[in-house]
Nanobody
Framework: VQLQASGGGLVQAGGSVRLSCAASGSIFSINGMGWFRQAPGKEREFVAALRWRGGGIYYSDSAKGRFTISRDSAKNTVHLQMSYLKPEDTAVYYC??????????????????WGQGTLVTVSS
């Protein structure tokens, strides 16, 4: 599966941005997609994920109430709508795809394909 992420950029604190991740290739081999982020000097961390077989939408504590993950099945695309952005949300955002189980949906190891990353910079 190949992933193409888009939508990052510079946004002011309190603003919004929508990220998109388009999947192509062996779509049948995956049942979930997620977003992770990595700030300079930090490890990649989970943000949000959804599974369309097995079900479930998952958010990190920092994303709950501010971010919304959704899927356009016709376009094999997952979106991450981010609102009320804070400077600490600044990071490179990566989308992942795979067959994560409940115990691995929050983990990098739950995903087998990754997009190239898109930078989101939130200014104060």
């Amino acid at each position: 599966v190949q992933l193409q992420a888009s939508g990052g950029g510079l946004v002011q604190a309190g603003g919004s941005v929508r990220l998109s991740c388009a999947a192509s290739g062996s779509i049948f081999s995956i049942n979930g997609m997620g977003w992770f982020r990595q700030a300079p000097g930090k490890e990649r961390e989970f943000v949000a994920a959804l599974r369309w077989r097995g079900g479930g939408i998952y958010y990190s504590d920092s994303a709950k109430g501010r971010f919304t993950i959704s899927r356009d099945s016709a376009k094999n695309t997952v979106h991450l709508q981010m609102s009320y952005l804070k400077p600490e949300d600044t990071a490179v955002y990566y989308c992942g795809a795979g067959r994560p189980i409940t115990s691995s949906v929050h983990s990098v190891s739950g995903y087998t394909s990754w997009g190239q990353g898109t930078l989101v910079t939130v200014s104060s």
